[in-house]
């Protein structure tokens, strides 16, 4: 059975280029637009992994991992952080709220494929 990947981006074509990546590599993808919508997505769905936008509307990638670390069904599914942002003072706040990788736009499908192979939950 295929796992299945969040990704939340308030950009379609960003989370069209991601689902097109990880849909190749056999993946099932559920998009969210921003935090707010990916935790309404999560309750009854088994998720294996998230890719999370840091800038987003609604509410921001660093609330939701953190919201999500609250959830106990959700607690432990990894989390890679997938943004504009380089600054290591953001880097460290994601890694505080339980994000388990920063990957930086624009980035290699190749990359990202390999921290979520990496990461992903059996």
Sequence with gaps: ????ILVVDDSSSLRQVVGIALKGAGYDVIEACDGKDA????????????????????MDGITFVKEVKKLPQHKFVPIIM??????????QEGQAAGAKA??????QPAQMLAAVSKLVLP
């Design 39 to 58: 935790l309404g997505k999560l309750p009854g769905t088994k998720i294996h992994l998230i890719i999370s936008d840091v800038n987003m509307p609604n």
């Design 82 to 91: 997938l943004t504009t942002e380089s600054q290591e003072a953001k880097k």
């Design 1 to 4: 059975m295929a796992k299945t």
């Design 102 to 107: 920063w990957v930086v736009k624009p980035f």
